[in-house]
Structures are given as structure tokens and as C-alpha cells.
């Protein structure tokens, strides 16, 4: 096979499965099952291996094994070891929860699995409040009447009004406690319905600026692949 | 707090609610409320029906009208003992005036009919009258409502004297004073003197308070007045059961259960007071035949009616202490013989002289046209000397006029008039009610009318009678005939009465018109005769003129104007039945022995114009139309079971009324006309349509529009990003106004010092790569070309080889652009993937150095400081110099910011973010103090980021920008499209809806 062939390859196989992936606008064809089956795999195989290049093998196993290969004493290793080991038993654990239903391997596996739910949530939690809850509360402590250097400004009055009265509203939006009444629908409190009309609106408006984001996000992957499929073609049409 | 689950609708209430608060249905039952004695003395009484409370003061409950308080609902229990002045009601317990008659509310009696009569009478006190009393009872003062029942059960001198149903011989015991709960109509029959009652007017002797039509029919009042109550007992009830021997004083006590006149003859001694329940003469052997009643004993009403022989008072008869035939026994004598029996003309064979003139009463004299004779004596029954009741008027000037013009003027005013079952006297004695009738009997001797002869000429006739149109002579079936029917046919009775067997059998219409009475003439056959000139005293009211009386034969207008019109020929439906007269044979429905006659005379429709029908009607008119079959009802059915087993005629259980059935009436045709037809076609093609419109698009339809749909958007914004690259580059000037926060970003990365390395974070899949990598690119370019050595990690296992792979192309190209050696492990590393999420960044920003031994590679020692020296000095996130996070969602970044925050905080952090996550991330931006130092968004930060840090040929955004900006342009151009399309579909739609 002639070497630019060969160089040119992968570029070949993008284009081809770039147009393997077009081809959707045809509706669901096994040359787009193809192209997402390989993505999909591809992506998995490939994360397998960052996992246990990355993770397993230098923080767990490679410990293990390097300290029994040099015939280090338990003793002596495990306080360095501990870590790894429980790590080990812990994911030994997890694969317990292959076994069926109620088996007492199966308990076992929900320890690990208790063990991750409860790390990750305290961490999570912990990390919401003082990173986002608190921050975001002291920052719509907004002055109405806000000085600037050259004094009051009315562009920041304006601006921290909608704040503030935004993000009012975006909580009111989120006020479920409606009474429920005897062949009625439940309703908001009349005084929260307003609030939460004012609040659908802001979300609203996000929920838009999202859209319009990804709208372009969207448009600019499709700009990178026709121009990264023309740079691939072009050589073989002679130009460039 | 305990929860109550509704039963109704099944939702959760409290305990301590009684009725449900979603469906007001009860939680709890009711409970028994307690008895009125316990009710608290205060303001509340709980109602026992309905269990609710109710104000101490209100009688009936206010929720359920139940009567509050318990009733004493005895029987006939008064009023005042309970609730005062007032009476309360038995039937609904409510309280009313105590001069209320009947219940203002249910309008049941308040007081038994007993209580009241007595009260007229004999102004009755209240007070019931102690038990054992003549007028009270041994229950009186319990049930004074029964009192006038017990009365006539428990006392003898309750009862009038003709109920007397004591022992034989027993006399009833004389009320000792007239009883105020007898009625003075009964007083006569009951034995009872009258109490004082008022002298009728002009009654010299100041008789009993007796009606007037009584007075004058009757008698001597001296007879009532003076003679013991046995002497009121008529001869033919006195002689009831009663032997004609007087009953002995010393006679046990009268049995009171079987009347006397029911009881076998006995005999019955002429005493002062006879005893009730003798049997009258008539009905009692004969005993003495020889022993007139004696004048007194017998009523006037009937000495007056019967031509029995006025005669003085005289001794007792057999049969009766005062005289008068026994039980049984035929009446000897006119004497004997009850008055209006003798007057039908049962005359004994001994005819007695007949009644004076002034026993016969006015009202007979006067009709009868008799003589008015004067009167030189009272007159037995009445003041104006009128024959006495019973008594027939011997001349047709005691007839009373009513009786005259009925044709009854005595025509033997000397016969006596026959007694009940004697031979009918001749036919002028019939009464004229009877002669009308026409039961004239065919021997003279045979029969007699009771008041009076032979019917008179028509010009007697009433009015009434005569305007009905039956002439006397016309009146079949019941006229007085000399030609009736032989007598041994007729029975007795019915022959004195005047009445001859009828000739023709029963149902059988009569032959000739005169067979019908005069008054069912009247009623409007043809064939019945006219009337004759009327001549009855009610002439003012009833008499029609001649000219206008229907002539022979002709229906009365008013009745010929209702008979119907000639109903309308069906074929095969039976005949209608012909009319025939009331009296006669019940024609078959289904006969057809006459023609029917129309009910309406043609003559009151002359006037009617024949209705048109409506056209849309008689298109509706059934034309072809199957006669009916329906079959005769036949009730075969017999009872199997129960106590009406094998019977016939039985009503079922489930009547086949109930049962449905198919009408076996045929379906009938409608005639249609083409443009009803029409109609109802388009009628239908609308309903069809409608339902159409309402059916989803079909799904063929979808398939082809789906993808032509987007087919076009895709050929478009294929066209829209080709071609401004290919053909019309710079068609979209670069971005000239950066970003706030994209120039602070440039501003931070800028004065940035150098000694420090850069933590670049790289979390986004190579997917995303397309619009993050000229962000990305832009801003680590900038970093690498102020020599900032670099360090590379992700929270993605394929976004540190993304980084790796940024890094690798930078180097490059910096190296190719500026001549710059960037070379890894010493201006830039890249540590690899950090597993765990927040956990795993937590544990980075904790100690960097547990998390990574070597690099992404594997083959480098990251914390060596001859591999990697520019990390030797990092041990926190605080020895970075910045922390640079590229990202497509928000939430790393939020993850980032929220776990590292507290551990770098010397290390600003700057954001390259997506433009769809730019909202999402911009709060920590604008957050106070800032929790991002900068942003880059998207490709069209990236554009801006280059322009500002004035890369050389631009960079992967500015190269793009063009292609970009006309994919953005037809994205625009196409959203409004579309919008604007849909909403111009979506008014037509409602326009065609609306229409």
C-alpha cells in the first residue's frame, strides 16, 4: 500500500465516517449504526484503558504487585498499602453486584456501592453549599442605588433590579405549596402566582440563551466537519 | 396527630374532624344524642335522629324536622295535659291553637269527631267523664277518642235503641240524660229523650229538637216526646229477634254482641220501655195479629209512607211494647205494616183505612197534586199538617208537589198503601219515582206504586225529566205498563214496587224507542221519544221551550254535537261497534250488525275548513305502511307456585310489559323527496368531514415530509456555511467589540507571571471539540507564547487525550510560528484523567501530588524534578499560577469551582466554556466577589480572544468565522421562517374553524 495511502488513511476514514454519520438524514441506515457503533465503542475501549492506565494499575495494583514483587514485608508495607488494599477489597465489592438478587455476595457489593453514594453525596453537598449556595446568595445582596466611581449609576440600578427581582422570581417559580381543594386543581397562592409568572419568564429567557448557544455550538461542529472534510478532500480534487 | 381515612373518597383527614374536608362525607357516625331529660339544661339539645344540636328552646329539630322532645303520641290523648292551651298534633306531634280543629301542618284532627259533637250538643266540658258512667267507659280517661265507640259497645244507653243487643226481655237502660255525644238524628232511633231540645217552630206541643223534614213527615212529636225510647224503635227493628211476649224486668243483663234484630225471634212483652233489638213485626211471626200497633210506636214517616191507619194510641202490638208486628211475622194489617213499606205497595190484605189527610206530609201532598184539604189537626209530621212520614197521601193534595209531578197522585187516596212484600196495590198508588221508572204493574191489584198512581201525563212530568225527552209513554224497560209482564215471573217485591220482569233478555237493546226511560231518552239516541210538555215544578230551571225541545227521535244539540266525524276508513281494521242504548246488549267491538254512527254530527263540522299539512310533514308520512297484526291479548298463563297456584288470570311477577320486545309493527317507508335527499347527503359528507378533520395526519404523509423537511434545512445550512468559505471569504468581518469577560480573561492570561505553571483542565469529549478548540487553542497559545509552562488534566478519561493532543499541536505550531521550543515535560505535562468526579477533584485539590505519580503517558514522573521540574514546586492548587477550565457542560465547572475554590484561592480561575453552558456558568462571573475571573464562549469568543491577543494569521475561529457566520445567518433566516409560517397555519386553521 503506497505510503501516502497509508498516511492519508485515518483522514480517509474520517471522511468516510463523517458521511456514514450524514447519512441519518436519510433516516436510521446501518451505515450510521455502523459509524455510532464504532464511536461508541471506541470511546469505551478507550476510557477502559485511560481507567486502568491511569487509575487502577498506578494507584492500586501497581503497588500491590511491586511491593510483593520485591518481597517487602506486609508488616511494613501496609501502612502504605492500606489505602490500596481497601481500595481493592471495595472494588471487589462492586463486582459482587454482578451476582444475583439477594445473595449475601450481592449485600456485600452494596457496601461498596453505600460507600461511593455516601462519599460522593457528603462531597457533593458540602461542596454546593460553600461553593455555589452561599456565594450566589451574597451575590444578590445588590444595592438599588449603587455608587460608582462617578457616582450613582442608573445602568447598574437597572441592572441589579432585574437581578435581584430575577432571581426572586426563578425561586417563586419553584413554590409548590398549593392547597388542594375538593374538585379543584391544585393552585399556587395567589400571591405566589404573579412571582412565578415573572420567574417562568426569566427561565424562560435562559432556557433561550441555551437554545441558541447550542444552536451555534451545533453550527460551528458542522462548519468544523465540512471544512475538515474539504481538507481531506481537496488533495484528492488536486487543489490546495 | 391520628389520621382518619375517609371512606368516601378515600383521602387522610384528622381525628378530630367530623366530616371529611375533601367530600364533606362523614368520618365519624353519628351517635344516639342523649333523651331530652338529659339534654343539658342549657342551650344545646342534640337532636336523636340527626345527632346535631339544637337550641335548648325549639321543639323540632332544625336540621331534620324530628320532634326534639319525646312525643306522647297516645291515642286521643288531649292536648292540655302536655303542652298547655295548645293541642298537639298525634299524626306529626306539632303544637296548634287550642281552638284548632285540624292541624295547621299535617290537617289531621285534633280532636275525634266524638269529643266535638259532644261538645255542640251539650256544651261537653273537657273533662272526660269517669269510667263506669253512662257516658263515659271504663277507658275514658285514657282514650277519650274511643269514647264514643266504647260507649256504644260497653253502655246500653249509648247506643240508640235500635241497636239494643241485649238479652230477649231486657229493656235498655234509659238514659238518664240525653247523651250529649248522640246526634239528635239518632236520638229517635236510640230510645234517648231528647235533652231539651229547642221547640221547633210552630209546634204547638213543643216537640223533640228534631229536623224539620222529620217533624213533618212524622209524626206526633207527642209521641217522641213522651214515649220511652223502646217506643222510638220502629215495629220492623223492634220486632227484630223479639218474641211478641214482653221481656221480664228481672231479665239478666243484656248481651250486647249480637244485635237483637239479628238475634231468632223471641218474644217480646208490650212494656214501657221495649228493649232494643226486637225484631219488627215484619220480620217477627205472627202473633197477635188482631194488636194494632198502637199509633205512637209507629213512626210517622212510616205510618205516613205505608197508608197505615192513623190510630190512636192504643196497646202495644205483639211485637212491641207499643204494638207493631213481631220479627217475622207478616204484617196482619195496614196498621202492622210500616208506612213506607205499605206505601210500595205491600198493602196487607186487610186494607186499613187510610191516613188522615194531615198525616200526609206537604211535600207529598203538594207534589201529588192532591186536594189541598184543610187541615184541622196537626198534621202527624209536620206543622203545616202535612202527611206523615210514611204515610201515602190520600188525596193529591198532600202530595207533595215534587211527588205529584213525578205522575204519583194517589189515585185510591182510601187504599192503604201496600206494606213491603204485600201485593202490590194498584198502579195509581205507585210512587211516581217508581211509575217513572216504569215498574207499572200489570194487574192493578199487583202492584202499586208507593207514592202514589199511575205516572201522570207528561204535563206533570219535572222539567228535569221531561227536558231529558222520555215521555212517560216512551220510558222502556221501566214504564208503567197495563201490558207487564205475567206476574208469576215478577217477584213479589218487585212487582208491588210496580216493576214488570223485562220481556227481552238482559243486554238485549231495546226494540222500540219508547223502551228507554224518559231520561235516558233524553241522552240523545234518536230513536228515543220526545218529551212531552214538562210540567215539573222546577220548570223555571229545567222547562225548554217547545220550539227549542229536540223533537222525537232528534239528539239534543249538545249531545249531537259532540259525536265525532266519521272516522277514517283503514283497511282491514275492523268496524267500529254500532251505538247502542246503555240498557241494551253490549255489542261486540268487532260486530258489524249496524253501521256505526258518528259520533260528531256532520252538521258541527260544517264549519271546519279541512286542515292543510305542512309539505316537510307529509314527506315524513309514512307511505307504505303494513296493517298492525297485533294479536288478540290471550292470558294463558297459570301460577305454578304460591297460593295462587293453578290459578288464572294472575298478575306475573314480570309482566310482559316490562319485558322488552321487538314491535312487530312492520318498518315503514319514507317518502323523500331528491332535494331532501340532498340535503341529508351533504348533511352527512359535513359530519364526515368534521371527523376527518379531527383524525391525526396520516402516517404516510409524516414519512415524507419529515425528511424532505430536513433534507431542505440540511441543504441549506450546507449551502450557508460552503459557500461563504469557499466563495465570499470575509463576507463576515471579524468581531472587532470583545467581551467583558473575554478581555479579562485575555488581561489575566496576560500578567500572568511566569515562574508559575498553568493548571488547564480539559473536560470535554472530542466530540465537542469542533467549537471548544479555538477557545481552547486561542488561549493556551496565548499562554505558551508568554513561555507559561502548562500542566493538563481532565475529569474525562478522553479529555486528557484531547489535551494531550492540543498541547502537542500548539507546540508545533508556536515552534513554526515563533520559532519557540515548547517541549513536554519541561514547558508542559500532562497529568491524565482524575477519576471520581468531585471526589477525585477534591482529592486533586487536597494533594495534587497523591493523586498522580506519572504523567498521562505513564513513562514520566510527574513530581520529579529532573522529568518535570516545572512541577516540582507545585504541592497545592495554590502553587498554580491559574487555573484554565474548558468545558461543554456547566457542571464541571461548577464541580471545579465548588471543590477547589477553598484551595485556590491565589489561583485565579478562567472559564472556556460552550455557548449553550455560558448561562449556566456566567453567575459565577457575575458573582460578588467573582468566582471566574474570566470567560470565553464558544467559537465566537474564541474569535474575539484572537483578535485580541492578535494571533498571527488568525486562528481556528477566525478562519471559520465565515462559515459560522452564514451557518448562523441561515439558522436566523430560518427560525424566522418557520416561525412566521407556523403561526400563519395555525391563524388559518383557527380562521377555517371558526367558520
Known amino acids: ?240 | 396527630m391520628a389520621v382518619i381515612r375517609c371512606q368516601a373518597c378515600g383521602k387522610p383527614n384528622p381525628d378530630f374532624l367530623d366530616v371529611c374536608q375533601y367530600c364533606d362525607a362523614r368520618l365519624k357516625p353519628l351517635e344516639a344524642g342523649p333523651a331530652p331529660e338529659a339534654a343539658p339544661a342549657g342551650d344545646v339539645i342534640r337532636c336523636q335522629a340527626c345527632g346535631k344540636p339544637n337550641p335548648a328552646f325549639t321543639e323540632v329539630c332544625q336540621f331534620c324536622d324530628s320532634p326534639l322532645k319525646p312525643q306522647l303520641f297516645g291515642f286521643g290523648e288531649t292536648t292540655s295535659a302536655e303542652a298547655g292551651d295548645q293541642i298537639r298534633c298525634q299524626s306529626c306531634g306539632r303544637l296548634n291553637p287550642p281552638f284548632a280543629e285540624a292541624c295547621q301542618y299535617c290537617e289531621a284532627r285534633l280532636r275525634p269527631l266524638q269529643e266535638i259533637a259532644g261538645d255542640e250538643t251539650a256544651g261537653a266540658t273537657a273533662a272526660p267523664e269517669p269510667p263506669g258512667s253512662p257516658g263515659g267507659g271504663p277507658e275514658s280517661g285514657a282514650q277519650p277518642g274511643m269514647e264514643w265507640m266504647r260507649r256504644l259497645s260497653t253502655e246500653p244507653s249509648a247506643e240508640p235503641d235500635w241497636m239494643w243487643t241485649g238479652a230477649a226481655g231486657e229493656e235498655p237502660e234509659p238514659a238518664a240524660a240525653p247523651s250529649e255525644e248522640t246526634p239528635d238524628w239518632m236520638r229517635p232511633f236510640g230510645g234517648e229523650q231528647p235533652a231539651q231540645p229547642a221547640e221547633p217552630p210552630g209546634s204547638p206541643e213543643g216537640g223533640p229538637a228534631m229536623p224539620d223534614w222529620m217533624s213533618s213527615l212524622g209524626g206526633e212529636p207527642t209521641r217522641m216526646e213522651t214515649a220511652a225510647p223502646a217506643e222510638e224503635v220502629p215495629d220492623w227493628l223492634r220486632s227484630f229477634g223479639e218474641p211478641p211476649s214482653q221481656p221480664t224486668p228481672s231479665a239478666p243483663a243484656p248481651s250486647r254482641d249480637i244485635p237483637e234484630w239479628l238475634r231468632p225471634p223471641e218474644s217480646s212483652e208490650a212494656e214501657a220501655a221495649a228493649p232494643l233489638g226486637e225484631t219488627p213485626d215484619w220480620l217477627s211471626t205472627p202473633a197477635q195479629p188482631e194488636a194494632a200497633p198502637p199509633a205512637e210506636e209507629v213512626l210517622d214517616w212510616m205510618r205516613s209512607s205505608g197508608g197505615a191507619p192513623a190510630q190512636p194510641a192504643e196497646a202495644a202490638p205483639p211485637g212491641s211494647p207499643e204494638g207493631g208486628p213481631a220479627f217475622g211475622a207478616e204484617p196482619t194489617s195496614a196498621a202492622e205494616m210500616p208506612d213506607w213499606l205499605s206505601a210500595l205497595g205491600g198493602a196487607p190484605a186487610q186494607p186499613e183505612a187510610a191516613l188522615p189527610a194531615e198525616e200526609v206530609p206537604d211535600w207529598m201532598r203538594s207534589s201529588g197534586g192532591a186536594p189541598a184539604e184543610p187541615v184541622e189537626t196537626a198534621p202527624p209530621g209536620s206543622p203545616e199538617g202535612g202527611p206523615a212520614f210514611g204515610a201515602e197521601p190520600t188525596s193529591a193534595a198532600e202530595m207533595p208537589d215534587w211527588l205529584s209531578a213525578l205522575g204519583g197522585a194517589p189515585a185510591q187516596p182510601a187504599e192503604a198503601a201496600p206494606a213491603f212484600g204485600a201485593e202490590p196495590t194498584p198502579a195509581a198508588e205507585m210512587p211516581d219515582w217508581l211509575s217513572a221508572l216504569g215498574g207499572a204493574p200489570a194487574q192493578p191489584a199487583e202492584a202499586a206504586p208507593a207514592f202514589g198512581a199511575e205516572p201522570t201525563p207528561a204535563a206533570e212530568m219535572p222539567d228535569w225529566l221531561s227536558a231529558l225527552g222520555g215521555a212517560p209513554a216512551d220510558v222502556g224497560g221501566f214504564e208503567t205498563r197495563p201490558e207487564a209482564a205475567p206476574a208469576d215471573e215478577t217477584p213479589d217485591w218487585l212487582r208491588s214496587m210496580g216493576i214488570s220482569a223485562p220481556t227481552e233478555p238482559v243486554g238485549a237493546p231495546p226494540e222500540a224507542a219508547e223502551a228507554a226511560p224518559d231520561w235516558l231518552s233524553g241522552l240523545g239516541a234518536p230513536r228515543f221519544a220526545a218529551p212531552a210538555e214538562p210540567t215539573s215544578p222546577f220548570g223555571a230551571f229545567t222547562e225548554i221551550p217547545a220550539e227549542a225541545a229536540p223533537a222525537a227521535g232528534e239528539m239534543p244539540d249538545w249531545l249531537s254535537s259532540l259525536q265525532p266525524a266519521t272516522p277514517p276508513e283503514v283497511p282491514g281494521a275492523p268496524e267500529p261497534a254500532p251505538a247502542s242504548s246503555l240498557f241494551g246488549a253490549m255489542p261486540s267491538p268487532f260486530a258489524a250488525e249496524e253501521t256505526p254512527t258518528p259520533l260528531v254530527p256532520p252538521a258541527a263540522t260544517a264549519g271546519l275548513a279541512l286542515g292543510e299539512m305542512p309539505t316537510w310533514l307529509q314527506s315524513m308520512r309514512p307511505v307504505d305502511v303494513q296493517p298492525s297484526r297485533v294479536p288478540p291479548e290471550v292470558d294463558n298463563y297459570e301460577e305454578k307456585v304460591g297460593i295462587l297456584a293453578g290459578m288464572r288470570g294472575v298478575l306475573q311477577a314480570e309482566p310482559a310489559i316490562a319485558k322488552p320486545h321487538k314491535s312487530e309493527v312492520p318498518v315503514q317507508k319514507l317518502e323523500v323527496s331528491e332535494a331532501e335527499a340532498a340535503q341529508a347527503t351533504l348533511l352527512a359528507g359535513v359530519l364526515k368531514a368534521e371527523a376527518e378533520e379531527a383524525r391525526p395526519v396520516s402516517k404516510r404523509r409524516l414519512q415524507i415530509a419529515l425528511p424532505v423537511e430536513r433534507w431542505l434545512v440540511f441543504a441549506a445550512l450546507a449551502l450557508a456555511v460552503i459557500f461563504p468559505w469557499f466563495f465570499a471569504a470575509g463576507f463576515f468581518p471579524a468581531p472587532t467589540t470583545i467581551a467583558r469577560e473575554t478581555n479579562a480573561a485575555f488581561e489575566l492570561v496576560e500578567g500572568l507571571p511566569t515562574d508559575k505553571p498553568v493548571l488547564v483542565a480539559f473536560d470535554y469529549d472530542p466530540a465537542q471539540r469542533g467549537e471548544l478548540d479555538p477557545a481552547a487553542q486561542a488561549v493556551i497559545f496565548h499562554l505558551m507564547r508568554r513561555g507559561v509552562s502548562l500542566a493538563g488534566v481532565s475529569t474525562h478519561p478522553a479529555g486528557a487525550g484531547v489535551g494531550q493532543d492540543i498541547f502537542n499541536e500548539l507546540a508545533l505550531g508556536l515552534k513554526n510560528a515563533y520559532g519557540v521550543s515548547y517541549t513536554y515535560g519541561v514547558n508542559y505535562i500532562n497529568l491524565g484523567y482524575i477519576p471520581g468526579g468531585p471526589v477525585g477533584l477534591l482529592q486533586f485539590a487536597t494533594n495534587p501530588r497523591s493523586l498522580f505519580n506519572t504523567d498521562f503517558s505513564g513513562a514520566m514522573r510527574v513530581w520529579d524534578a529532573q522529568s518535570a521540574p516545572e512541577m516540582s514546586p507545585v504541592y497545592g492548587l495554590s502553587d498554580f499560577s491559574l487555573i484554565v477550565l474548558v468545558s461543554s457542560t456547566p457542571d464541571a465547572i461548577r464541580a471545579w469551582i465548588e471543590q477547589t475554590q477553598s484551595f485556590a484561592a491565589a489561583a485565579p480561575v478562567v472559564a472556556v466554556v460552550s455557548a449553550g453552558a455560558d448561562p449556566l456558568v456566567r453567575p459565577y462571573y457575575e458573582a460578588n466577589p467573582p468566582q471566574i475571573k474570566g470567560m470565553v464562549t464558544g467559537i465566537v469568543g474564541a474569535a474575539q480572544y484572537e483578535q485580541r491577543a492578535g494571533l498571527p494569521g488568525g486562528g481556528p475561529a477566525s478562519n471559520r468565522w465565515d462559515a459560522i457566520g452564514g451557518g448562523v445567518l441561515a439558522a436566523v433566516i430560518l427560525i424566522i421562517a418557520g416561525n412566521l409560517l407556523g403561526a400563519l397555519a395555525r391563524m388559518t386553521v383557527l380562521r377555517a374553524r371558526k367558520r
Open chain 1, 1 to 240: 500500500m503506497p505510503a501516502a495511502l497509508l498516511q492519508s488513511l485515518p483522514d480517509i476514514m474520517v471522511f468516510a465516517l463523517t458521511l456514514m454519520v450524514f447519512t441519518y438524514l436519510l433516516g436510521d441506515n446501518p451505515l450510521y449504526r455502523l459509524a455510532v457503533h464504532l464511536f461508541v465503542g471506541v470511546t469505551a475501549g478507550y476510557a477502559v484503558l485511560v481507567a486502568y492506565y491511569n487509575v487502577i494499575h498506578p494507584q492500586m495494583l501497581g503497588p500491590l504487585v511491586v511491593s510483593l514483587s520485591q518481597g517487602l514485608a506486609v508488616l511494613t508495607a501496609l501502612p502504605t498499602l492500606l489505602p490500596a488494599l481497601f481500595a481493592l477489597m471495595l472494588s471487589l465489592f462492586l463486582l459482587l453486584k454482578l451476582s444475583p438478587g439477594a445473595s449475601w455476595t450481592n449485600r456485600l457489593g452494596s457496601v461498596a456501592t453505600a460507600y461511593l453514594v455516601g462519599v460522593g453525596s457528603a462531597v457533593a453537598i458540602g461542596g454546593a453549599i460553600t461553593g455555589t449556595l452561599f456565594p450566589q446568595i451574597n451575590a444578590t445582596f445588590l444595592s438599588l442605588l449603587p455608587q460608582t466611581e462617578l457616582g450613582f449609576s442608573p445602568e447598574r440600578m437597572v441592572d441589579h433590579f432585574v437581578i435581584i427581582f430575577g432571581t426572586l422570581a426563578t425561586l417563586g417559580f419553584f413554590y409548590y405549596g398549593a392547597r388542594v381543594r375538593p374538585g379543584r386543581p391544585p393552585e399556587r397562592p395567589p400571591l405566589a402566582r404573579p412571582v412565578a409568572l415573572v420567574g417562568q419568564v426569566f427561565i424562560g429567557v435562559a432556557f433561550g440563551v441555551m437554545y441558541a448557544g447550542a444552536l451555534v455550538a451545533s453550527l460551528a461542529f458542522f462548519a468544523d466537519r465540512l471544512v475538515a472534510m474539504w481538507s481531506i478532500l481537496e488533495p484528492f480534487l488536486g487543489g490546495g
